[in-house]
């Protein structure tokens, strides 16, 4: 048999990290987090690219019977009267004013749906590359972020849709029939696709106020006291969001921002009411005595030590261990000291100086 290529043996070895198997502990070097974060990459790329394709198809397809894509995008301009728009040969057309406008409108169009249609593949991909370093509760707070910002983001996508026609009614119904209706097709993709935009991504208010509202940062009584300047906020971000100047768009936007934040806020009520109880229940006193404290005072804790039975044959934890008692030390006996006689006189040990007391000094105290 002879040798594998190298890419191979890489495969081998990136599927060995990744099994529990031979890497327990589920530690990779620096260099394998790069390799992983290429190949899921790349496999997300293939994965937007076939989308698009898809797109660039279905824009002249009708599948089934349905409507193409094409279909669907210029619907919100043929809801204008006929009388208000260009038209020829009594149909729904736009105009081209540029060579390959009409291509690249096709590609643009259909980048941007294949791109919507291949989400859960792209997006698995990067969750696989990110879910490893999770632990399992972040894991599924992750989960439930990523679900709810996908239906929020759909259902302003989805409401724009159907503001886009009303908006185009009320903009070209001005000048009292004297002006004819004929959008460029660059022009037309472009206002849609940035009205989409702007609705989906300005439905996830309620999504971001609820998050920090979990992490403490906004707190109900906060969003009850700025609730009327939050929003006149609202509606002054929708006056200056909005691509279009018609008052539809931006009133429709605003109202649905203003419904989705008294959402986000009741949310939030309710989670601060649960959170105060748990704390109730755990002894630790409502947070509303807490703020007033001092950075000098002490929290309202107890610090009492709670007596725990040991569960086995051993004694209570407020039990001491025995004293061990030292050992008494016995004093030697005098022996006797046999008698000297006149001749043997007792010779006296030579005489020692008295030691004199060792001297301290203070050196914490000013010399006199």
Known sequence: MGA???????????????????????????????????????????????????????????ILGTPSLGDIIISPYCGIPLEDRFNQNQEC???????FEAFMIQLKVGAAAGAVLTAPLWLN??????????????RKFALIFVGVASLLFLAGAVLAFYVVPQGLSVLVGFGDNKFLTALSGTAYIDFVLALLIIFGVSFELPLVVVMLNA?????????KRWRRGLIFG???????????????????????????FEMATQIARLHDKRKARKRLEEG??????WEGLSDDEASPFDYTPSQVEDTGQGRTA??????QTAPTQTTAQPQPVPPQTAAQPQSQP????????ERRVNYDEDAT
């Open 284 to 289: 630790f006193g409502p947070e509303e005595n």
């Open 234 to 260: 609202l509606f002054v971000f929708a006056a200056f969001a909005t691509p279009g100047t018609d008052p539809i768009s931006m009133v429709a936007l605003a109202i649905s921002l203003a419904l989705l």
């Open 350 to 357: 030579p005489t020692q100086p008295a030691a004199q007391p």
């Open 4 to 62: 594998s290529p190298g890419w191979l043996s890489r495969r081998r070895e990136s599927r060995k990290l990744k099994s529990r198997r031979h890497n327990p502990e589920g530690t990779m070097s620096l260099r394998d987090h790069l390799y992983e974060l290429r190949n899921r990459l790349g496999w997300a790329l293939l994965f937007v690219t076939i989308g698009a394709i898809f797109g660039f198809i279905w824009w002249s397809w009708r």
């Open 215 to 223: 992490v403490g940062i906004l707190p109900y009584e906060k969003l």
């Open 125 to 138: 991909q990067l969750w696989r590359f990110i879910a490893p370093g999770l632990y399992a509760k972040e």
């Open 93 to 99: 057309q736009l105009l081209q004013t540029q060579p």
């Open 318 to 323: 407020t039990q001491t261990a025995p004293t």
